[in-house]
């Protein structure tokens, strides 16, 4: 031990009493070593099908003005109203953490000038989102998405571009998907549908069954009764008039073409007629992606589209799906660039929830490449053996291989164990007999046979055993 470490202070660590534990935040996760394997499946497929696709990425702020969701998502949402972590900070600003990536996204587009961009700008966000939500299993207080925006393309192709790529990153990673679609219509057709699903719920005394929140939905925003999810208002909506039924001209083509190119992708949908999506900025197509497992329940009563979109009443919906089984979402939102100040650009894009991802591989016990295993493990006897390898390490890592160690652990027999676990095929070893000898033992893991190889060729005896990884 270094002489500073006078014995005086070494008596002064140890008497440090055991403090008490602070533990994590309610709705937090770690993420431990062994989960980083599926975060980086995941991670690599979303930023494969993103670059294939023509989408960058960007990244913004974990904190944003407060004012940015209240005016984007919605002052109404419940995004806003009951689950943004939100606060004042030191200069009296206020500041929220980011509940979703779409309106952060949206400000560096206006923000950064990208409108002078060739459009479309097809951008590509990967991060942590925030949301006071009551914890359970698949909804956390922090999660990650993936999102991709498509901004300053108006045509239906753009929506099934994203709806297309969401079904193939979820089928890429072998989990079974199924896109539930609506069109929530533009500004104008809308408003004549609010009109009568005010009508709708106003009559024969519906109002008085629907539950606290509803209530009061139905003087804010009435569009949101169709997705509450508590069972009277599920029983009510699938008897609500329907918003197809209503849709303009216009809706109605780009719906009917988004359906389209679906069918001709052969791309699974159904079509939802109470999927509206929570947020104030959508209009036209909204999307949401489930699971094949909750799907099947509702499948009986949601119809696939034919030319005419007509919709059968989801009698399922009555049961009450978990809403927080959905894997992603997304829709169009036209007017939301220049209602956040920048100039009228069509935009779509959705969001998927990796931490939900990651649940499902794990449930279907998809098997993943162990990332921890290596081509060679490194083994040393004594200290000078030690520094030796450690040097060593650094030569076979930089010419490609997947180089393991533990240099720190003294035993052979521990290391070797190691090198067992790690799935090598070879180990090297180096003692003081093979320094003196100018040698160093290779070791096949498999058959357990060792051989002498001179320590100035070892390169040359790796590369005809592995090959170059370099070629
Ligand atoms: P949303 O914009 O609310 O539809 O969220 C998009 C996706 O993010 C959802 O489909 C989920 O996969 C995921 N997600 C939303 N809320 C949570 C949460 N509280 N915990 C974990 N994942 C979530």
């Given at each position: 031990m270094p002489k500073m470490f006078k014995k005086k202070e070494e008596e002064k660590v140890f008497k440090v009493r055991r403090g008490k534990f602070v533990s994590r935040l309610r709705g937090m996760k770690d993420i431990l070593p062994d989960e980083y394997k599926y975060w980086n499946l995941v991670i690599k497929k979303a930023s494969e099908l993103s670059k294939a696709y023509g989408f960058r990425r960007i990244g913004t702020p974990v904190l944003e003005n407060l004012e940015l969701f209240e005016r984007s998502s919605g002052r109404s949402s419940d995004i806003v109203t009951k689950e943004m972590f939100s606060f004042i900070d030191k200069n009296n600003d206020k500041i929220a953490l980011r509940p979703e990536a779409t309106p952060g996204i949206v400000r560096t587009y206006i923000e950064h000038g990208m409108?002078?961009?060739?459009?479309p700008v097809k951008l590509f966000w990967l991060g942590p989102v925030f949301r006071h939500d009551k914890p359970q299993a698949g909804r956390f207080r922090q999660f990650s998405q993936f999102d991709l925006e498509n901004i300053g393309d108006p045509s239906p192709v753009a929506d099934a571009e994203l709806i297309s790529l969401a079904y193939y990153f979820f089928r890429e990673l072998q989990i079974d998907v199924i896109t539930q679609i609506n069109s929530i219509g533009c500004a104008v057709c809308r408003k004549e549908y609010l009109v009568k699903l005010e009508n709708f719920y106003k009559e024969r005394g519906r109002r008085v069954k629907l539950c606290h929140d509803c209530k009061k939905r139905l003087a804010k925003n009435p569009l949101r009764l169709l997705d509450c999810k508590e069972k009277p208002c599920l029983e009510m909506a699938a008897e609500a008039p329907q918003i197809v039924d209503s849709l303009c001209d216009d809706c109605r083509n780009h719906f009917i073409k988004v359906l389209e190119y679906l069918d001709e992708l052969d791309i699974p949908y159904n079509l939802n007629p109470?999927?509206?999506?929570?947020?104030?900025?959508?209009?036209r197509t909204v999307f949401e992606i489930w699971p094949v497992e909750v799907e099947a329940s509702a499948d009986a009563g949601l119809d696939k589209i034919s030319d005419q979109p007509t919709f059968a009443k989801?009698?399922?919906?009555k049961e009450g799906l978990?809403?927080?089984?959905?894997l992603g979402g997304g829709g169009r939102y036209d007017g939301l660039v220049e209602y956040m100040g920048g100039r009228p650009t069509p935009a779509c894009g959705f969001g998927i929830g990796i931490e939900r991802v990651i649940l499902k591989i794990k449930e279907k016990n998809i098997p993943l490449k162990d990332?921890?295993?290596?081509?060679i493990f490194l083994a040393q006897l004594g200290d000078q053996a030690r520094r030796k390898i450690m040097k060593l390490f650094e030569v076979l890592r930089k010419a490609g291989y997947s180089a393991r160690q533990a240099f720190t652990k003294d035993s052979l027999k521990s290391q070797l164990e190691m090198a067992n676990k790690m799935g090598v095929k070879y180990t090297l070893i180096l003692g003081q007999k093979e320094i003196m000898d100018g040698t160093i033992l290779i070791r096949d893991m498999e058959s357990g046979i060792q051989e002498i190889i001179d320590y100035k060729k070892i390169l040359a005896e790796v590369e005809k055993r592995l090959g170059n990884p370099a070629k």
């Open positions: 409108f002078n961009l060739p459009q109470t999927l509206v999506r929570g947020l104030d900025y959508y209009n989801p009698d399922a919906v978990p809403r927080q089984s959905a990332e921890e295993k290596g081509d």
